[in-house]
């Protein structure tokens, strides 16, 4: 009996574990996975990281409810344990149908979250769009924040996220609960079953094709607003400068500024928002920054038309004064009459200066509807400007009989001005000639020189300019004045002049570098080359100041040096020895024995090297014969001290092989010995020559000798 009432009770508890489970399971099922307000609309992918909080809290719940049904069906487990050798079987079939139940709910919650997500995202639910979308120009670019290609990639990685949530809740296995598994083969996790389902499969793709559809739609409203693409693409800052730069009509200015206004208005009309399947695209910012980016253009042509419409006013009253002021002076001198006359011609063509100051007026009318403030200044002189130019027209209506009056005066002054020019021109040129051409190098510096050609330069200078007015004035009478021929002369010969001085300062500087250095240091070729580009010089200037002294003595410097360049090279020979330098120094009576390292450039001046040159020539070609006598006889000795005997081992010694090629090479030297030995040049190498005289006849001897004594030794080899 009381075994009776103890399974009794272990039922009830069974069937009460089991209605929790099935409890817990309507808790799966009912918990939905995704979690938004049905009258908001999100913002900065809001509604994204809302999920990730969503998820984070189903998850826990889904592990919470996971562990509790562990709990009872663990608690199931021991009641009915070693009862029956059923009980295993039982139990298996227990787990299955609570995995079941479990898959079912799961099955369920997915698809309902999955259907309610494509509802909100199609618009069938009735409810706001999910996500808000801003359209905003940023770094001359126009876009989304966030673009919608941030929120389809959120809105695909948000409906992946939500079938693998399923992932918490695993199947519950035997081997959970220490039976044996007879499982044939172990339970697919519940994830892998409901996401190849074909109802999961087709609403996630719908979801999926939905946020690529709305991102495209959404991209394409960008489109709408290509006609302002002036406004934030194109660089104002250098637009307004080209513009300033194109004098614009006013009429111009007027339209341009006038199609900004109606860009603004055009923006206006534009919508604030639009709705496109689950995205509200909020264009206020956009709005804003194009309108007042437009505004901010028409400002700016407004500017550039009030700096036009002053400085073209400022310009038109100053010139009228100016006018006025030249038109009223006395016409007493050629200054005042030609300023009268330029004034006169100026004002020819009237018709353009009042066209000009009706363009003025109107810019100011265009400004003053723009309520734009303007100056008092400017003001006055508009309310001005109408009687200063009737007041101009009166004065220039009377300027012809004013001017002719004048000419006759102003003649008078030119042909007594004429008069005194030719006079000056006469004594400068007289001066110049007795004074520049006489410069003596001998006793000027080339600095004083210049100084004198400046002074005669400044002198015709300002002849220069004087006939330059002279011809002007003469011109008003429609004299044909031409420029003085002796005037012109001059600053020919005064440039020549400066030329020629500069170039023979330049000349000096060249050899008082040089007077220091000793002849090794001296480069030949280089001092060779700037010889003959002054000797070029002073040639090409023969024909034009040929007889001056400066251009004479400039020539004769040249020469010198230019004859004892070969001397110089022959002195720089490398041939040249001690025994050469004394005998040139014996030759030119130098004080002290003096070679190249030594003998400085200046030097050679002092000593006369230049008198001797045939000398020295001499002993610097003897120098050349001598060295090729050394080279020789050293490479004498540097070969011989090289060559060995060919010897081969023989029994208990050695065995010469040939000297038929030592022989040759000894006959071959003597030769050439002996005709070194006949040269009149070899008179520094005889003891030397007798030295390897002695040593080919020893070789000689040395070979026979040991050839002998072969033959001898072995008799028969």
């Given at each position: 009996m009381r075994e009776a009432d103890n399974l009794k009770e272990i039922v009830k508890l069974f069937l009460s574990r089991k209605g929790k489970i099935t409890d817990f399971c309507c808790l799966v099922e009912n918990s939905l996975l995704l979690s938004w307000t049905e009258d908001e609309s999100y913002r900065d992918l809001s509604f994204y990281k809302l999920q990730a909080e969503k998820r984070i809290e189903v998850a826990k719940k889904f592990t919470d409810t996971s562990e509790h049904v562990f709990e009872l069906v663990q608690n199931m487990f021991y009641d009915f344990k070693g009862r029956s050798e059923h009980v295993a079987d039982a139990f298996q079939?227990?787990?299955?149908?609570?995995?079941?139940?479990?898959?079912?709910?799961?099955?369920?919650?997915?698809?309902?979250?999955?259907?309610?997500?494509?509802?909100?995202?199609?618009?069938?639910?009735?409810?706001?769009?999910?996500?808000?979308?801003?359209?905003?120009?940023?770094?001359?670019?126009?876009?989304?924040?966030?673009?919608?290609?941030?929120?389809?990639?959120?809105?695909?990685?948000?409906?992946?996220?939500?079938?693998?949530?399923?992932?918490?809740?695993?199947?519950?296995?035997?081997?959970?609960?220490?039976?044996?598994?007879?499982?044939?083969?172990?339970?697919?996790?519940?994830?892998?079953?409901?996401?190849?389902?074909?109802?999961?499969?087709?609403?996630?793709?719908?979801?999926?094709?939905?946020?690529?559809?709305?991102t495209e739609q959404v991209n394409a409203q960008l489109e709408l607003w290509d006609e302002f693409k002036s406004l934030w693409d194109m660089d104002k800052d250098s637009y307004m400068r080209r513009y300033s730069k194109a004098r614009y009509s006013v009429q111009r200015f007027k339209q341009d500024i006038d199609r900004y206004m109606k860009i603004v208005m055009d923006i206006r009309n534009k919508p604030d928002t639009c709705e496109i399947g689950f995205i509200r695209v909020d264009n206020t910012s956009l709005k804003s920054y194009l309108e007042h980016q437009s505004l901010s253009w028409q400002a700016s042509?407004?500017?550039?038309?009030?700096?036009?419409?002053?400085?073209?006013?400022?310009?038109?009253?100053?010139?009228?004064?100016?006018?006025?002021?030249?038109?009223?002076?006395?016409?007493?001198?050629?200054?005042?009459?030609?300023?009268?006359?330029?004034?006169?011609?100026?004002?020819?063509?009237?018709?353009?200066?009042?066209?000009?100051?009706?363009?003025?007026?109107?810019?100011?009318?265009?400004?003053?509807?723009l309520n734009v403030v303007i100056e008092d200044e400017v003001n006055m002189i508009l309310k001005s400007f109408p009687d200063a130019w009737t007041s101009l027209k009166e004065s220039l209506s009377m300027a012809e009989e004013l001017i002719n009056a004048g000419k006759k005066t102003v003649k008078q002054q030119l042909d007594s001005n004429l008069k005194s020019f030719l006079n000056r021109v006469d004594e400068v040129k007289i001066n110049f000639m007795l004074n520049v051409p006489q410069l003596k190098p001998t006793l000027f510096e080339p600095e004083y020189a210049?100084?004198?050609?400046?002074?005669?330069?400044?002198?015709?200078?300002?002849?220069?300019?004087?006939?330059?007015?002279?011809?002007?004035?003469?011109?008003?009478?429609?004299?044909?004045?031409?420029?003085?021929?002796?005037?012109?002369?001059?600053?020919?010969?005064?440039?020549?002049?400066?030329?020629?001085?500069?170039?023979?300062?330049?000349?000096?500087?060249r050899i008082a570098e040089l007077s220091d250095l000793t002849l090794q240091f001296i480069d030949l070729a280089q001092f060779e080359n700037a010889i003959q580009d002054f000797s070029n010089y002073t040639s090409g200037l023969k024909s034009s100041i040929g007889q001056w002294d400066i251009l004479v003595a400039f020539d004769c410097s040249i020469e010198i040096y230019k004859a004892i360049v070969p001397t110089i090279g022959q002195l720089k020979n490398d041939a040249l020895r001690s025994r050469h330098w004394s005998i040139i120094c014996r030759e030119v009576g130098a004080k002290q024995d003096f070679d190249v390292r030594t003998l400085r450039f200046h030097e050679m001046f002092k000593i006369g090297l230049a008198r001797h040159k045939e000398f020295i020539n001499e002993v610097s070609n003897s120098a050349t014969k001598e060295m090729q006598i050394e080279r020789a006889l050293k490479n004498f000795e540097d070969k011989w001290n090289d060559l060995s005997l060919d010897l081969?081992?023989?029994?208990?010694?050695?065995?010469?092989?040939?000297?038929?090629?030592?022989?040759?090479?000894?006959?071959?030297?003597?030769?050439?010995?002996?005709?070194?030995?006949?040269?009149?040049?070899?008179?520094?190498?005889?003891?030397?020559?007798?030295?390897?005289?002695?040593?080919?006849?020893?070789?000689?001897?040395?070979?026979l000798s040991l050839l002998s004594l072969q033959v001898s030794v072995h008799p028969n080899e």
């Open positions: 079939d227990l787990l299955s149908d609570i995995n079941s139940q479990i898959e079912n709910s799961l099955r369920k919650n997915v698809i309902t979250s999955l259907m309610t997500l494509t509802g909100a995202m199609n618009g069938t639910t009735g409810r706001l769009p999910l996500c808000v979308v801003i359209s905003e120009v940023r770094s001359n670019y126009l876009g989304f924040r966030p673009s919608m290609i941030e929120i389809r990639d959120c809105v695909n990685t948000m409906t992946k996220n939500l079938v693998n949530l399923v992932k918490v809740i695993k199947p519950f296995c035997v081997k959970d609960f220490d039976i044996e598994n007879n499982e044939k083969q172990p339970r697919r996790l519940f994830v892998e079953t409901i996401s190849e389902l074909d109802e999961v499969l087709s609403l996630v793709a719908e979801v999926m094709n939905e946020s690529s559809l709305c042509l407004t500017d550039l038309l009030r700096q036009k419409c002053e400085k073209e006013l400022f310009e038109g009253w100053n010139k009228l004064h100016e006018s006025k002021s030249i038109l009223s002076a006395p016409l007493t001198d050629f200054s005042s009459l030609r300023l009268a006359v330029q004034c006169k011609e100026s004002w020819i063509g009237q018709q353009s200066f009042e066209y000009q100051l009706d363009e003025i007026r109107d810019g100011f009318f265009v400004l003053n509807d210049l100084e004198v050609v400046s002074a005669h330069q400044s002198i015709v200078d300002n002849l220069y300019n004087e006939e330059k007015e002279l011809i002007a004035g003469f011109s008003i009478f429609g004299i044909d004045m031409h420029f003085n021929k002796d005037l012109g002369d001059l600053l020919a010969i005064l440039s020549v002049s400066r030329s020629v001085w500069s170039s023979y300062n330049i000349w000096k500087t081969s081992p023989y029994k208990s010694a050695y065995k010469i092989r040939a000297v038929d090629e030592i022989q040759e090479i000894l006959d071959e030297d003597s030769v050439i010995t002996c005709t070194l030995k006949t040269s009149r040049f070899s008179a520094p190498f005889r003891d030397k020559i007798q030295q390897i005289e002695s040593m080919f006849s020893q070789i000689t001897d040395t070979l």
